[in-house]
């Protein structure tokens, strides 16, 4: 999010009586405990410099995600990884509508939005041969039908890292 609409949210909240609250999206750790690229465990350059930073080299995404702070977070990544542009959507039906007039280059699904899923996303990106991954909170546990088996899923809470590693697969680089 810009700095613009930070201070545009934060003004917005004070007209209502609301105190403004940072709260940090994501802290980054790797598995043995220490710190995720070394350094400050908080410094989001350090992770998106280790995550090859123009993995999507000016193209524009699509990114389905019904959880706010989650999509916020996880746009601003697909920015640092070098996304011209993101196209936000929270329920499958507003993305569907969007793709009979716009075409992304890159997509970036969350499997489960709330009563519904993503896999009708899934099929029309398909037959506009646009490259996607699926993201999941629910572990190893997500079924996905058998078209989209191919399809590299990032598990929740994801990283820079991940979800590079994951993009590249689908761009059909070598993963990084």
């Not at 609301?18 to 220490?34: E, N, S, T, Y």
């Not at 716009?102 to 699904?109: F, H, Q």
């Amino acid at each position: 999010m810009s700095r613009c609409a930070v201070a545009i949210v934060a003004h917005a909240l004070e007209a209502v009586g609301c105190a403004l609250v940072q709260i940090p999206l994501c802290r980054h750790f790797l598995r043995d405990g220490g710190a995720a690229a070394g350094g400050n465990p908080h410094s989001r350059e350090m992770l998106v410099t280790s995550a090859a930073p123009n993995v999507l080299g000016g193209m524009h995404a699509l990114l389905i995600e019904d959880q706010t702070l989650i999509a916020l977070d996880t746009e601003m990544m697909l920015r640092e990884l070098g996304a011209a542009s993101v196209e936000t959507f929270t329920t499958a039906e507003a993305a569907l509508a969007w793709l009979k007039s716009s075409m992304p280059n890159v997509a970036v699904l969350d499997i489960n939005l709330g009563a519904t899923s993503s896999f009708s996303i899934a099929e029309e990106l398909s037959k506009l041969q646009v490259p996607f991954i699926f993201t999941t909170g629910y572990g190893d546990s997500a079924v996905l039908p058998e078209a989209f088996e191919h399809v590299p899923v990032v598990h929740k809470p994801y990283t820079p890292e991940s979800i590079s590693r994951g993009l590249a697969i689908c761009l059909g680089r070598a993963a990084l």
